[in-house]
């Protein structure tokens, strides 16, 4: 995960480097780097070269644990009744068709997702990432963004939900849609939006800050209200003649109280349940080396592990009194704890210092016999090559790596007894080196 200590590339947490700043021994105690780096390179979630695979899907990389989200997100929680609706950024720069720059969003570049999520906890009810042109539910009279709304409030109809939206969605077709589908509605809207009444449309200078006007029609009211400028609503449950204060900061300074509708103090509170949800579970500035699918499935992750914590909350409280509040990132940490346990990887035990095996290797000589194992790769390094090297470059550190003489050679053959790989060629004197001296790197 990319919680914690982060390093420019991944080998970095591997690495032995001399240092307390450098240093992360808890990976390498794990996991191996090369291991890790095979099953990074290697994830999928398809096979690709089934025939049964949807390629003219552009998400068909990752379509499978999309799918296997939504279903679990909707399954295992039932949100309470308000819930907020908009889009949140996957940061990516790679050349991808799906690819967005939305550039008043704080992450301009990335995949973009439509989201329903619980307007208090921002848990995830229903989520979809937007390929272009949607081969789901389409309402020709909603148009593309107000179907947006349709397929993701599926799952909530005729429940008594109430979703907030703002202007990108929020139009009077829509809330009447909603409506019939037992969802009451809220939001922002555009003034030049089909259906909205134009004689609400207010002028800012014929307006001051507090002052507000409606218009009614069946279940549906439009709500004008002035603060720095005109602010135009919608809302298909809020009385709109029901009034209470915000505090307002003046040129000079001073905090007043302002009137405003009901309505508008409630798109304030509820709105926000996608933005609460982007913030806590954003990845980091993109790698070069990430891929897209992997970005998404990493982004899937932690929106699992988020909607993870939001229901631990109901069963153990993370703001108790007298204790520190137990954060997201405090549920990774023991979750990333809980699921290693004890184990530990049997590569990361070190091998023991070359001193400590002079007895074994100068001793019961007849026992030393030279082998090739099966599984010699090739990428085995000779254990002599690679201290007189390892030594060089110590006592020479003004010596470029790529002007020190000392090859660090590689061979498949290694001693039976020592389990060490070793020069065995004409010319070399790594094995009787190694088996002949107490410092065998001289």
Request: proline share 4%; glycine share 6%.
């Amino acid at each position: 995960m990319e919680y914690g200590v982060i390093k420019r590339r991944y080998e970095s947490y591997f690495s032995r480097k001399p240092g307390f700043l450098f240093d992360t021994p808890g990976y390498r105690e794990v996991f191996d780097r090369d291991r890790f780096l095979a099953v990074w390179k290697f994830l999928h979630i398809v096979d690709e070269t089934s025939d049964n695979t949807d390629k003219t899907d552009k998400l068909y990389k990752v379509r499978p644990l999309l799918d296997h989200l939504q279903q679990k997100f909707q399954e295992n929680y039932k949100p309470v009744q308000n819930l907020s609706l908009d889009e949140g950024m996957i940061p990516t720069k790679n050349r991808l068709a799906i690819k967005q720059y939305l550039p008043k969003k704080p992450v301009k570049w990335g995949i973009k997702t439509f989201m329903l999520c619980e307007s208090e906890t921002g848990y995830i009810c229903n989520f979809e990432v937007y390929t272009g042109k949607s081969t789901g539910l389409f309402i020709p009279e909603l148009g593309a963004t107000g179907s947006v709304v349709a397929r993701l409030t599926t799952n909530v109809q005729n429940q008594n939900y109430k979703v907030y939206t703002d202007r990108f969605y929020t139009s009077p077709s829509l809330s009447r849609y909603l409506l019939q589908k037992g969802i009451h509605s809220c939001g922002t809207v555009l003034v030049n939006r089909k259906g909205f009444p134009k004689n609400l449309i207010r002028r800012k200078k014929d307006m001051k800050r507090g002052d507000c006007d409606f218009r009614c029609s069946d279940d549906l009211s439009a709500v004008v209200w002035c603060d720095r400028s005109p602010l135009y609503f919608l809302s298909t449950f809020d009385e709109p003649q029901q009034m209470t204060t915000v505090k307002r900061k003046n040129k000079d300074g001073t905090v007043v109280q302002v009137q405003c509708p009901l309505v508008v103090a409630n798109y304030t509170k509820y709105m926000g349940g996608c933005d609460l949800n982007d913030q806590l579970t954003k990845l980091y500035k993109s790698r070069r080396h990430y891929r897209w699918p992997r970005r998404l499935i990493m982004k899937c992750i932690v929106w699992t592990c988020y909607n993870a914590y939001v229901i631990q909350d109901h069963f153990k409280q993370h703001a108790q009194a007298g204790r520190r509040l137990f954060t997201f990132g405090d549920f990774m940490d023991s979750l990333v704890l809980t699921l290693i346990g004890n184990y530990r990887s049997p590569a990361s035990v070190r091998r023991r210092s070359v001193t400590s095996q002079s007895q074994d290797r100068l001793q019961n000589v007849g026992i030393h016999v030279p082998e090739r194992p099966a599984e010699a790769t090739g990428n085995h390094r000779c254990v002599v090559c690679r201290e007189k090297r390892k030594r060089y470059a110590k006592a020479h550190p003004e010596v470029a790596n790529k002007d020190i003489t000392q090859k660090d050679c590689k061979t498949v053959f290694r001693c039976t007894a020592c389990r060490e790989y070793l020069c065995i060629r004409e010319g070399a004197t790594c094995w009787t080196d190694y088996h002949g001296k107490v410092e065998f790197w001289r």
